[in-house]
């Protein structure tokens, strides 16, 4: 379970991905949630971090979106758009989920992410596909006792079973 999600081989888990899709605006965050709701999602899961503590400040964008206020700007730039998001926000984000009978989750990228989302209180971990080898924040997420979901994406079978194992 994650919070009143019950996840079993019986039962369809729907996890709306919102992501950063907020863009930094609390209103269109509150809009997701609600569209995820009212389309019968589960779980709506957002992403969780400061820019600062996921890249360096002249690591080279590796995407572009209308957004961009620097448009040969860093991936620092980009993050730092969509990184505005502090406890408060997310302690009303959550209180809307509950209001709208959807759990909130979020993927935190840092240690800092992680103890925010615990002050929130969140009922489980999303663990990005891109941090299953990042050990020392698997480890710290684990320490917390809550469910863990963890995405493997192009993962090799050996750095899945050593994850688990860490969890």
Known sequence: RIGKVKFSEDNVVVIAEAG??????????????????????DIIKFQTYKAENLTTKNAPRF????????????????????????????????KICDKYNIEFMSTPFDKDAVDLLIKVGVKGFKIASCDLTNYPLIEYIAK??????????????KEIKKSVKLI
């Open 20 to 41: 950063v899709n907020h863009l930094g605006s609390f209103d269109l965050a509150e809009k997701l949630i609600k569209q995820a709701a009212k389309s019968g999602a």
């Open 63 to 94: 995407w572009n979106w209308k957004g961009e206020k620097k448009k040969n700007g860093s991936q620092f730039d980009s993050y730092s758009e969509l990184d505005k998001f502090g406890l408060e926000e997310h302690i009303k984000l959550k």
């Open 144 to 157: 917390k006792n809550l469910p863990i979901l963890l995405s493997t994406g192009a993962s090799d079978l």
